[in-house]
């Protein structure tokens, strides 16, 4: 079935470095790939996605590319602030039969200052 | 624009009781999805719907659990009797349609205490 791994957590950064989350996948078909955040108290929120092969997605500073022979989307940013502290999840919805998301495990992100 | 309501937002209970839980997603959004977050288990799928129907529910834990869309504005999910392992947060999450790029909109969650 399909599955999305995501590197353990915490991540734990000093301000204005650089970030990098990484998630691959196994998954049937051509699936649209997807980077959630959670911020404390609240639910999850689109990121970022990309929809096929090649593409970037990018949002808020952060970036990912689909990368098909791999089988990733990492996730990155140049410059974190401490307001990127939350849960980073990475997902997939498959093109085959079901369109249910498939989610990482997620990974918390820590930022002093 | 209003996202997805869910209520409560918080919620405790004795072990036994039923608890109720309210979903009104996203209007015009045609699929609705329940989830459950544990520090343990992670963010788990517990049921979809599409137009009202469910399509799949093999996350639900077993019969205790039920969960309904009487129509397009409203879901609920209940648990009768609740038992202390079910204490987590549940989410709500809508979707415009049946489709892999949609992206998935979720409600801020009820955090279920059951002593």
């Known amino acids: 079935g399909d599955s999305v791994t995501q590197m353990e957590g915490p991540v734990t950064l000093s301000e204005e470095a650089f970030l990098t989350i990484n998630c691959t996948y196994t998954?049937?078909?051509?699936?649209?790939l997807f980077w959630y955040v959670q911020y404390p108290g609240e639910g999850l929120q689109l990121l970022l996605k990309?929809?096929?092969?090649?593409d970037k997605g990018s949002n808020k500073g952060f970036e990912a590319t689909y990368r098909k022979e791999t089988t990733s989307f990492h996730l990155e940013k140049g410059s974190v602030q401490v307001s990127d502290s939350a849960v980073y999840f990475c997902?997939?919805?498959?093109?085959?039969?079901?369109?249910?998301?498939?989610f990482g495990r997620g990974t918390s992100l820590i930022v002093h200052p | 624009d209003a996202g997805v309501i869910q209520s409560p937002r918080h919620e405790v209970t004795e072990m036994g009781q039923e608890v109720t839980l309210r979903c009104k997603p996203i209007?015009?959004?045609?699929?609705l999805f329940w989830y459950r977050q544990t520090m343990m288990r992670g963010l788990e799928l517990l049921i979809y719907f599409n137009n009202n129907v469910p399509i799949d529910d093999s996350g639900m834990p077993e019969d205790r659990f039920s969960a309904k869309m009487p129509n397009a504005s409203f879901s609920t999910l209940k648990i009768q009797p609740s038992e202390p392992r079910d204490s987590a947060v549940y989410f709500c999450?809508?979707?415009?349609?049946?489709?892999?790029?949609?992206?998935?909109?979720f409600g801020p969650g009820t955090r279920l205490t059951v002593l």
């Open positions: 998954a049937t078909g051509y699936p649209s």
């Open positions: 209007s015009g959004h045609n699929s």
């Open positions: 990309a929809t096929k092969a090649d």
């Open positions: 997902a997939l919805s498959a093109t085959g039969g079901s369109y249910i998301p498939t």
């Open positions: 999450a809508s979707s415009p349609e049946d489709r892999s790029t949609d992206t998935q909109y």
